[in-house]
C-alpha cells in the first residue's frame, strides 16, 4: 500500500503563487516518476508537470516558465511552485506517482483545490 498526501492548495489573485507538495509514504521500494495532474470543473484530467527519480521534466505547455515540479527522493516528496498564476490554472490538483511496494502500483493523491480570482 502507497498513500499520497497533498498539501499547499488555496485561493489566490491573478499573477500569486501557490506551492504544492506532495509525499508518498508505506511500503515503498522505489518511485519512478512523480507527477501533478489538474482537472477543472467540465474538463478531462490533464498532466501538469512530471519528474522522473533521475531528475528528467517535462511541463504541459501552458505551463513553462510559470511552474516548477522538483522532488526530494530521500523524503519521497514531489512539490510545485505556480508563479503568475492565471485563472486558467483553476482546478484540483492531483498528485501522481508510479511506484513499486513491492509490486509496481500507479498513486493517485486525493487532490487539491486550486482557485485564481481575476
Known amino acids: 500500500q502507497v498513500q499520497l498526501v497533498e498539501s499547499g492548495g488555496g485561493l489566490v489573485q491573478a499573477g500569486g503563487s501557490l506551492r504544492l507538495s506532495c509525499t508518498a509514504s508505506?511500503?515503498?521500494?522505489?518511485?519512478?516518476?512523480m507527477a501533478w495532474y489538474r482537472q477543472a470543473p467540465g474538463k478531462q484530467r490533464e498532466l501538469v508537470a512530471a519528474v522522473s527519480r533521475g531528475g528528467n521534466i517535462n511541463y504541459r505547455d501552458s505551463v513553462k516558465g510559470r511552474f516548477t515540479i522538483s522532488r526530494d527522493n530521500a523524503k519521497n516528496t514531489v512539490y510545485l511552485q505556480m508563479n503568475s498564476l492565471k485563472p486558467e490554472d483553476t482546478a484540483v490538483y492531483y498528485c501522481?506517482?508510479?511506484?513499486?511496494?513491492?509490486?509496481?502500483?500507479?498513486?493517485w493523491g486525493q487532490g487539491t483545490q486550486v482557485t485564481v480570482s481575476s
Open positions: 508505506g511500503n515503498i521500494v522505489s518511485i519512478n516518476v
Open positions: 501522481n506517482a508510479d511506484a513499486r511496494a513491492p509490486s509496481y502500483l500507479v498513486v
